[in-house]
């Protein structure tokens, strides 16, 4: 195990979507994602550690994208900072 950049302690220095197995969906059935040092009550499931004072960044890798991401009629949604 080694101390990752997103967490206390992990198999792997990066987070990763097999983590996001039980996401708590919203009403229309999306999955928010959490960034924070700490994870908001009840979305633990939902949540990827930051280090408070580092920077960080995302990523969307997309396997086999359909054609509204080609012709660019849909894109993922901003982040949002959430209080």
């Given at each position: 195990?080694?101390?990752?950049?997103?967490?206390?302690?992990?198999?792997?220095?990066?987070?990763?979507?097999?983590?996001?197995?039980?996401?708590?969906?919203?009403?229309?059935?999306?999955?928010?994602?959490?960034?924070?040092?700490?994870?908001?009550?009840?979305?633990?499931?939902?949540?990827?550690?930051?280090?408070?004072?580092?920077?960080?960044?995302?990523?969307l890798?997309?396997y086999?994208?359909?054609?509204?991401?080609?012709?660019?009629?849909?894109?993922?949604?901003?982040?949002?900072?959430?209080?």
């Open positions: 195990m080694l101390s990752g950049r997103f967490g206390t302690k992990r198999n792997n220095t990066y987070p990763d979507a097999k983590q996001f197995t039980a996401c708590v969906t919203g009403v229309w059935g999306t999955c928010d994602v959490y960034f924070a040092p700490k994870a908001p009550q009840g979305m633990e499931n939902n949540w990827l550690q930051t280090i408070p004072g580092k920077s960080w960044f995302t990523v890798r997309m086999g994208p359909l054609e509204p991401w080609i012709d660019k009629t849909w894109r993922p949604g901003e982040i949002e900072l959430v209080e």
